[in-house]
Nanobody, 127 residues
């Protein structure tokens, strides 16, 4: 079965930047939509953004609160999807996950639309 591994999290000061990576094995990520989610303990997992499959001519979607600050991109040669996070704020603190639907080129608006998840990587924004 395919696996997803997130990396790149850590501690950063407000206004700083991090780049998260989501690397797949087994499944070729270019053929599927890939979503980024985040979760704070005790709260629901929320979608940060989602990239449709590489061949789909549909714009990437982002959570309103991260628009202009976060960017999703792909390196298909490395089977990796990135989440570039700039101008980080304390409220961005969460465990970040990438996720892939079992079948589908397009993004789902809800976490229930994704069947494969990574283990998560912690992002902490603090002075």
């Amino acid at each position: 079965q395919s696996r997803l591994v997130e990396s790149g999290g850590g501690l950063v000061q407000p206004g700083g930047s991090l780049r998260l990576s989501c690397t797949g094995s087994g499944r070729t990520l270019a053929y599927f939509a890939v979503g980024w989610f985040r979760q704070v303990p005790g709260k629901e997992r929320e979608g940060v953004g989602c990239s449709p499959a590489s061949h789909v001519g549909v714009s990437i979607e982002y959570l309103d609160s991260v628009k202009g600050r976060f960017t999703i991109s792909r390196d298909n040669a490395k089977n990796t999807v990135f989440l570039q996070m700039n101008n980080l704020k304390p409220e961005d603190t969460a465990v970040y996950y990438c996720a892939v639907p079992a079948n589908g080129d397009y993004c789902s608006p809800h976490s229930t639309g994704y069947d494969y998840w990574g283990q998560g990587t912690q992002v902490t924004v603090s002075s």
